[in-house]
T-cell receptor
Framework: GAVVSQHPSRVICKSGTSVKIECRSL??????MFWYRQFPKQSLMLMAT?????????EQGVEKDKFLINHASLTLSTLTVTSAHPEDSSFYIC?????????????FGPGTRLTVL | DAKTTQPTSMDCAEGRAANLPCNHS???????VYWYRQIHSQGPQYIIH???NNETNEMASLIITEDRKSSTLILPHATLRDTAVYYC???????????????FGPGTRLSVLP
């Protein structure tokens, strides 16, 4: 079946540094990928929609200058958390749908756990 | 997207069937019922989806009532590895609306007990 990977799976960084998270669709193409954030004991919340070749669209309350999204190809989207602070510590998950086969469902990555000290 | 209502938590004995209910009384005619689950510290995993007919795959069965206002996910022989949060999501098929995300509610925390 379709696979979405994320790298790294886990990252610890110091406050004020930037962290890049990659999301790849391994066996399908995706013009749209979604980035979610999940805090402990909460559900997934959509942060932004990543569009290949164009600007990402952000959900209300998500700072676009802090969470930089780049979708440079049909198989790769990156999320960069700039000037990270402890409150940015969370579980970040991406998802994508198959552009060509247009399957009914979407596929989720394994997630990246970010801890900001 | 239609809202869904699920119990906060459920327990199930290992080897028994786990029946997880979901209410979606405002579902529209073109909206599917999707089920995903999330095992601790992992990304959501697709389980099954359906429009109006009952569906079965190697993981589970999905029973949708005739009026489509509720559904039940059935794990026929629950194992300890099925302990997870189960999300019932109602939305238009991805094949028709490729650019739409999934909206997650709080889900049901299923604990399979030995």
């Amino acid at each position: 079946g379709a696979v979405v990977s994320q790298h790294p799976s886990r990252v610890i960084c110091k406050s004020g540094t930037s962290v890049k998270i990659e999301c790849r669709s391994l066996d399908f193409q995706a013009t749209t990928m979604f980035w979610y954030r999940q805090f402990p004991k909460q559900s997934l919340m959509l942060m932004a929609t990543s569009n290949e070749g164009s600007k990402a669209t952000y959900e209300q309350g998500v700072e676009k200058d802090k969470f930089l999204i780049n979708h440079a190809s049909l198989t790769l989207s990156t999320l960069t958390v700039t000037s990270a602070h402890p409150e940015d510590s969370s579980f970040y998950i991406c998802s994508a749908g198959d552009l060509i086969r247009r399957t009914d469902t979407q596929y989720f990555g394994p997630g990246t756990r970010l801890t900001v000290l | 997207d239609a809202k869904t209502t699920q119990p906060t938590s459920m327990d199930c004995a290992e080897g028994r069937a786990a029946n997880l209910p979901c209410n979606h009384s405002t579902i529209s005619g073109n909206e599917y019922v999707y089920w995903y689950r999330q095992i601790h510290s992992q990304g959501p995993q697709y389980i099954i989806h359906g429009l109006k007919n009952n569906e079965t795959n190697e993981m589970a069965s999905l029973i949708i009532t005739e009026d489509r206002k509720s559904s039940t996910l059935i794990l026929p022989h629950a194992t300890l590895r099925d302990t997870a949060v189960y999300y019932c999501i109602v939305r238009v098929s991805g094949s028709l609306d490729y650019g739409q995300n999934f909206v997650f509610g709080p889900g049901t925390r299923l604990s399979v007990l030995p």
